[in-house]
């Protein structure tokens, strides 16, 4: 086969380019220390190194996660912190207003520190972290998601739901609350209700007598007497205890639209024991009758309660309309608020202990995350470090080839045609 001068001189172009194209390959290798793979030879250590920057970029994730779900959590501390703080003053407050020396008009007085106490709470509850997130909206945008209307009551238009964040690829952290769990959820084993809705009633019991929960001897003028229970509404439960000197009676009734015959029929069923009858004068009026000496009612409560309306009016002239005392829902008594405040500490105590276990968990797989980092970063390494001794010798290699290709190349280049003819 006869070559020509053109295809020589092709085919030692492109063996000097291929052999350079190595050489640089090599020298930026041991310039660098890192390992040029190529999908031809180095399939195993490509899938590796592929399959560990992935798990790279998922650690340092759930490590940036952990960091913020501390960050986040550290609010929460503080904010509950300060609950707990505005629920002691409430109880200071409680306790110093509902003693027996202090006047109606005095007790009055404690309503503008309560008022000031609710907004403090109303404040907290619409409380946002850095990031502009809220506390304790749950997993709603809402940045404030407690509602005070002209009357001073609070609603929640947040999430029921809690913001949380993956640190592990098995484990969540809590980065809030939801409202609904830390400001509505106070229960003293009988019904849910809220700080705010607890603050209310205070305000409301100061503007009563501290023994409102508990009526007079209601046989003191005459053996008769008036009482004018509250509106039902369409349906209510409805119960008080009758105290007499021998016995006393749970009455308890769903009554529906004000129809109390029911409570009446009870009465009645008691007169054997208490010697009170009981007759439906009008509406929700009932007349009680007995000649006793001593007749009170106490533990009154009803179901759809309002502190503005769920009383008990006494009238002892039964000729006549004459309020003459009111007899308070048991949940307007300081005891009760008391019990209550009490409640909503424990709970604002355990939210705080949930704050302080998810914070170390976020930090534990922050820390765990890091540790898993350095051993990536290190197996990354190995597969990407060249290996200086071979690339060395390949390189001595191509360079002893490349000089002889253009010795070489040189020789035959310099011959001419009278060279090969003489």
């Known amino acids: 086969m006869t070559i020509g001068t053109p295809r020589l001189h092709e085919q030692n172009v492109e063996l000097f380019a291929r052999l350079n194209k190595e050489l640089k390959s090599i020298q930026g290798q041991v310039g660098s220390g890192k390992a040029d793979l190529k999908l031809s030879e180095n399939l195993y250590d490509i899938s590796k190194l592929n399959a560990g920057e992935e798990k790279k ?9 952990a960091k913020r779900a501390t960050r986040d959590l550290e609010f929460l501390d503080v904010a509950l912190d300060r609950l707990q703080n505005l629920t002691v003053k409430l109880q200071e407050l409680a306790v110093e207003s509902s003693n027996d020396l202090l006047s109606q008009t005095e007790r009055e007085r404690f309503i503008l520190d309560a008022q000031g106490l609710k907004k403090e709470f109303f404040d907290l509850a619409n ?17 404030n998601p407690f509602v005070m209307d002209n009357s001073g009551s609070v609603t929640y238009e947040g ?5 949380e964040v993956k640190v592990s690829p098995s484990l969540h952290v809590r980065q809030n609350f939801s409202g609904l769990e830390i400001f509505n959820n106070i229960n003293n084993g009988e019904e849910k209700t809220s700080i705010f809705q607890i603050i209310d009633n205070y305000i409301s019991s100061l503007g ?9 001897n209601l046989f003191s003028q005459s053996d008769s007497v008036d009482l004018v229970l509250p509106s039902s509404g369409a349906e209510t439960e409805f119960q008080f205890i009758l105290n007499t000197k021998d016995s006393k009676q749970k009455i308890e009734a769903t009554i529906f639209g004000n129809d109390y015959s029911r409570i009446v029929s009870q009465i009645n069923d008691f007169t054997t024991d208490t010697g009170v009858s009981a ?17 009170k009612i106490t533990d ?14 006494v009238i002892k002239d039964i000729n006549s309309s004459n309020v003459v005392e009111r007899i308070t829902d048991d949940r307007l008594q300081s005891s009760s608020i008391n019990n209550k405040i009490m409640d909503a500490f424990e709970l604002f105590s355990t939210a705080r202990a949930q704050v302080s276990s998810s914070s170390r968990m976020a930090q534990e797989n922050e820390a765990a995350a890091q ?5 990536l970063e290190e197996d990354i390494s190995d597969i990407k470090e060249a290996d200086l001794a071979s690339l060395l010798t390949q390189l001595e290699f191509l ?3 490349k000089e002889a290709a253009q010795a070489t190349f040189t020789r035959i280049t310099s011959k001419s045609l009278f060279d090969f003819l003489g």
């Open 399 to 401: 360079m002893t080839n």
């Open 127 to 143: 409380q946002n972290d850095s990031f502009g997130n809220s506390l304790f909206g749950g997993v709603s945008g809402n940045k």
């Open 208 to 216: 009563n007598d501290l023994n409102s929960g508990e009526s007079s």
């Open 300 to 313: 009154f409560s009803i179901s759809n309660f309002n502190p503005e309306k769920s009383y008990i009016n």
């Open 159 to 163: 999430s029921a739901l809690s913001r």
């Open 57 to 65: 970029a998922e650690t340092t994730q759930y490590m940036q996660n």
């Open 371 to 375: 540790d898993i980092l350095l051993t």
């Open 279 to 295: 007759s439906l004068v009008s509406g929700n009026r009932i007349r009680l009758e007995g000649s006793l000496d001593q007749l």
